[in-house]
């Protein structure tokens, strides 16, 4: 009798252990913690953002992997300008396993420190976007981005996910 008890205390232990591993390592994480470094170079042209991302919606049986929204903020500099970049996006990542691309579009509000005041940088638009490579594995902890978007421009971002 205490063999049977055993066995169905350890028979129970071992397949709930290996259900919540597997559950945990199907999808993507759901938070998403990044620096990103942006360069222009003909223009003298940088940023560096800080960004928070939460994924909104995951389908794990098809090529469009999630949804996610971004919120991010930073400092950039220019020739001769500097201020600040606050940008927010909805972003679409394609793709099955460890390497997905990535589009995204949204808002961004510039804030120049000379005029102390929220003006757009490129042809009176507060627009953002993005298009690029995402490296995340499906349950990982590592986020690595590059790609061309504004106002990042050329861009690469190395994170943590949780």
């Known amino acids: ?21 597997e559950i945990n390592s199907i999808g993507l994480k759901k938070n998403v913690i990044y ?9 003298f042209y940088g940023t560096i953002l800080g960004n928070y991302e939460r994924m909104l919606i995951q389908f794990p049986n098809s090529f469009v992997q999630s949804f996610w929204i971004r919120v991010g903020a930073g400092c950039w500099g220019a020739w001769g300008d500097q201020g600040s970049n606050y940008v927010s996006t909805l972003s679409m990542v394609m793709g099955k396993k460890s390497a997905h691309l990535e589009i995204g579009s949204g808002v961004l509000f510039t804030y120049h420190r000379e005029t102390k005041s929220f003006e757009p940088l490129v042809n009176d638009s507060h627009l953002a976007g993005n298009l690029g490579f995402r490296f995340q594995k499906p349950g990982g902890y590592f986020i690595l981005r590059t790609g061309m978007g504004w106002p990042e421009f050329l861009y690469l971002s190395l994170g943590f996910c949780f």
Do not use: H, N, R, Y
Not at 1 to 21: A, E, H, R
Not at 35 to 43: H, K, P, S
């Open 1 to 21: 009798m205490p063999f049977v008890i055993c066995f169905i205390f350890i028979t129970s232990i071992g397949f709930s252990q290996g259900s919540k591993l």
């Open 35 to 43: 620096a990103t470094l942006g360069v222009e170079v003909d223009d």
